[in-house]
């Protein structure tokens, strides 16, 4: 028996555990598919679906439009036309209710690719796929893949994953078992990055926007560069973007070309007002809850994505896989591995490179970091 023989035995060992951990709820789909598949929607019997424990708890983990959600339902499912949908003012409502009106115009295919996802998905592919995005000493926790109807995406809360399910139909029907693996592996990453202990830092309330976003860039960063893993991540981001217009038209258009934007090199604009919001919360010029803001507005709920995705590409592209696996929870540390990287490719229009001085500061003063 030869010592690589083992340690893969044991690997795929540890990779069956982990699996074994991650059940699947399919009763969101099951009662979106009985709904729409009974006749005649009444209003009330949509509220009823909405205080189901899985649509209640996708309604808390909601950002945004929390309040709107019953609307969302019931204009898709009550009224025919596409146009009653894109008068919603948020272009996120917008996504959910196309996303709603196709689940209810493809029920059948919906109801076969849910019968396929019982019988067939694999959830080693997702563990081997999150495990080489992870330091060695990562917990595989358990993990509850909720299948729902409506989120258009996917979003982690606890340890569950609540995933959109027709949206893997909408985005590459051809291989819709492919994108729903990455969109619960992009969820399991965060998940499984949680039971890391993360770098401590500063309380102050001023730092709070700079400790946000350097942890959306890593955390997001790495989570995206995994989806993508083994593909050219731009390419396949454009591809996704002309899917998501196509279906979802105009909202979609107004959210995918913000941030095709940052793959086009707009990232470094994002970087240097980044570098800009942080220097005048050192100087002083901005603190408390105005600092908070003044980051947040830089990186907000679009761009964060693909900004960390960049950095996190970067350092893979550059130093390689273990380099970024060893970012996972700490974003300081990600920063500080971006910008070498960025140093070692030496084109700062590909790459922005940050002041020094700047990521000395962070690191002593959001950080207490005293290794400079
Ligand atoms: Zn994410």
Redesign the pocket.
């Known amino acids: 028996m030869t010592p690589n023989g083992s340690g893969t035995r044991s690997r795929s060992h540890a990779e069956g555990e982990a699996a074994a951990r991650i059940t699947v709820d399919p009763s969101g789909v099951e009662a979106f598919l009985s709904l729409v598949e009974s006749g005649p929607i009444a209003e009330s019997d949509i509220q009823a679906m909405l205080r189901l424990p899985v649509y209640r708890k996708m309604i808390d983990a909601l950002t945004y439009n929390k309040e709107v959600v019953a609307d969302i339902y019931t204009r898709a499912l009550t009224r025919d036309g596409p146009d009653s949908m894109l008068d919603l003012e948020d272009p996120r409502s917008g996504l959910m209710a196309k996303d709603v009106q196709f689940a209810r115009m493809n029920r059948s295919r919906l109801r076969l690719f849910l019968k396929e996802v019982q019988q067939e998905w694999d959830p080693t592919s997702s563990v081997r796929l999150v495990r080489k995005y992870l330091p060695e000493d990562c917990t595989a926790q358990e993990a509850r893949v909720t299948l729902l109807v409506g989120l258009a995406q996917?979003?982690?809360s606890g340890n569950e994953l609540l995933i959109d399910l027709p949206l893997s139909l909408i985005l590459r029907p051809e291989d819709a078992l492919k994108n729903l693996t990455q969109l619960i592996s992009?969820?399991l990453?965060?998940l499984w990055r949680g039971s890391l202990t993360a770098e401590p830092h500063s309380a102050d309330e001023s730092y709070r926007g700079i400790v946000w976003a350097l942890t959306q860039l890593e955390?997001?960063g790495i989570?995206?560069t995994l989806v993508w893993d083994g593909l050219d991540a731009h390419e396949a981001m454009r591809r996704e973007a002309e899917g998501m217009i196509r279906f979802f038209g105009e909202p979609a258009r107004e959210l995918t070309e913000e941030w095709l934007s940052v793959y086009d090199g707009g990232h470094v604009k994002y970087l240097s007002e980044l570098e800009e919001a942080m220097r005048s919360i050192f100087n002083g010029e901005v603190v408390g809850e105005p600092a908070t803001h003044s980051v947040t507005s830089v990186l907000h709920s679009t761009v964060d994505?693909p900004v960390g995705h960049e950095m996190a590409l970067r350092i893979q592209l550059e130093l390689g896989q273990r380099a970024l696996t060893e970012c996972v929870s700490r974003p300081y540390r990600f920063l500080q591995t971006y910008q070498e990287a960025a140093k070692f490719l030496g084109n700062p229009s590909v790459a922005y490179v940050f002041d020094d001085a700047l990521i000395e500061q962070i690191g002593r003063q959001v950080f207490a970091r005293d290794d400079s």
């Open positions: 996917g979003m982690q992009h969820e990453h965060h955390g997001e989570a995206m994505h």
